[in-house]
């Protein structure tokens, strides 16, 4: 029974009414040269995408501008997110104004706080005197001045760590989105209830398990594709878009970039298979770098 594939055109409202849509381009590692610029103009012209996911720490945000540039859209009609990096948390607006002339955009659509750890370039240590909660206080005065960025948010955050922001004096604006990674083999059921509980999307990144995926090999992944005969990164992607939680596959290869874009719906009985993937097959986590605590 091969599935019906078609190219993604979902959009997500966030909860400050700003639409999202559900599949970006993921530009993480796209650092060879002309490879941001390649692939991000082919993922908005025969890709048909309309969003990209980028951050200042993956060093191509000139490229990606060049390849939005390239593509000769309408602004309007692309979602552009970039990332604030660790280092920058004093020093918001400068960083913010750096990525959008690397972008060459008079704003982003979303603007996330890349890891809530803030350190001392200098040091390269945490600061004593700055938290993410500091940080989130002047991202929200740049929302507020409703020029730079439409929606703001967060990455790599847990749950206790999205009540403290939550909790704290000052902080009035909720976060539009948590990237976090997220694939069966890591579906963080708690963390999606606490979000959908406060209204904020779940982005997933290494939505296909990141370079070397373990998830290419898995045995049910490739037997549910084998079934609708589509390939297993479009039974991932087409998984995360029907579990209502914006996508953010990365390639460099044309053909990749294209067909990672056309999805279709999962029976019941495969979807839940893949909901309840890690019980049998365990958990995955392939991000996890030393600078931060996910138990905390
Ligand atoms: N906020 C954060 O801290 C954070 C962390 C990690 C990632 N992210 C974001 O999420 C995006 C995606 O995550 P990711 O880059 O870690 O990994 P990913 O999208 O899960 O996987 C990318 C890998 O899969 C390969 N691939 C892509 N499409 C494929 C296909 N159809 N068949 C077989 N292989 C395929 C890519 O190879 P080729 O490129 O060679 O085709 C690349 O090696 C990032 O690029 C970034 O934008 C954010």
Same mark, same amino acid.
């Given at each position: 029974?091969?599935?019906?594939?078609?190219?993604?055109?979902?959009?997500?409202?966030?909860?400050?009414?700003?639409?999202?849509?559900?599949?970006?381009?993921?530009?993480?590692?796209?650092?060879?040269?002309?490879?941001?610029?390649?692939?991000?103009?082919?993922?908005?012209?025969?890709?048909?995408?309309?969003h990209i996911d980028t951050a200042a720490?993956?060093?191509?945000?000139?490229?990606?501008?060049?390849?939005?540039?390239?593509?000769?859209?309408?602004?309007?009609?692309?979602?552009?997110?970039?990332?604030?990096?660790?280092?920058?948390?004093?020093?918001?607006?400068?960083?913010?104004?750096?990525?959008?002339?690397?972008?060459?955009?008079?704003?982003?659509?979303?603007?996330?706080?890349?890891?809530?750890?803030?350190?001392?370039?200098?040091?390269?240590?945490?600061?004593?005197?700055?938290?993410?909660?500091?940080?989130?206080?002047?991202?929200?005065?740049?929302?507020?001045?409703?020029?730079?960025? =439409?929606?703001?948010?967060?990455?790599?955050?847990?749950?206790? +760590? !999205?009540? @403290? *922001?939550?909790?704290?004096? #000052? /902080?009035?604006?909720?976060?539009?989105?948590?990237?976090?990674?997220?694939?069966?083999?890591?579906?963080?059921?708690?963390?999606?209830?606490?979000?959908?509980?406060?209204?904020?999307?779940?982005?997933?990144?290494?939505?296909?398990?990141?370079?070397?995926?373990?998830?290419?090999?898995?045995?049910?992944?490739?037997?549910?594709?084998?079934?609708?005969?589509?390939?297993?990164?479009?039974?991932?992607?087409?998984?995360?878009?029907?579990?209502?939680?914006?996508?953010?596959?990365?390639?460099?290869?044309?053909?990749?970039?294209?067909?990672?874009? =056309?999805?279709?719906?999962?029976?019941?009985?495969?979807?839940? +298979? !893949?909901? @309840? *993937?890690?019980?049998?097959? #365990? /958990?995955?986590?392939?991000?996890?770098?030393?600078?931060?605590?996910?138990?905390?």
């Amino acid at each position: 029974m091969a599935a019906k594939l078609e190219f993604n055109t979902t959009e997500f409202t966030l909860n400050n009414g700003h639409k999202i849509p559900a599949v970006a381009l993921g530009t993480w590692r796209a650092t060879e040269k002309d490879a941001a610029k390649n692939s991000v103009k082919t993922a908005l012209t025969e890709g048909h995408y309309r969003h990209i996911d980028t951050a200042a720490i993956y060093g191509n945000e000139e490229e990606v501008g060049e390849g939005i540039k390239a593509a000769n859209v309408d602004r309007k009609n692309i979602f552009v997110t970039t990332k604030l990096w660790n280092s920058e948390h004093k020093n918001v607006e400068n960083a913010l104004d750096e990525s959008l002339k690397k972008l060459q955009l008079d704003y982003v659509d979303l603007y996330l706080i890349h890891w809530p750890v803030s350190t001392n370039p200098e040091t390269k240590k945490p600061y004593d005197d700055h938290t993410f909660v500091d940080t989130w206080r002047s991202l929200q005065k740049i929302y507020k001045e409703g020029k730079k960025v =439409k929606a703001i948010g967060v990455s790599n955050f847990t749950i206790k +760590k !999205l009540e @403290k *922001l939550l909790n704290s004096e #000052g /902080v009035d604006i909720v976060p539009a989105v948590n990237q976090v990674e997220a694939h069966p083999l890591l579906t963080q059921p708690e963390l999606v209830d606490y979000l959908k509980s406060k209204n904020i999307y779940l982005e997933a990144y290494s939505p296909l398990g990141s370079s070397d995926s373990p998830l290419f090999k898995n045995p049910t992944i490739v037997e549910i594709a084998k079934k609708y005969q589509v390939e297993p990164a479009q039974v991932l992607i087409s998984w995360a878009i029907q579990r209502k939680t914006v996508v953010l596959p990365k390639s460099v290869t044309e053909s990749r970039v294209i067909s990672n874009n =056309k999805t279709f719906v999962l029976e019941d009985e495969d979807f839940e +298979k !893949l909901n @309840k *993937l890690s019980e049998k097959d #365990g /958990v995955v986590r392939t991000c996890d770098p030393d600078f931060n605590n996910f138990n905390d």
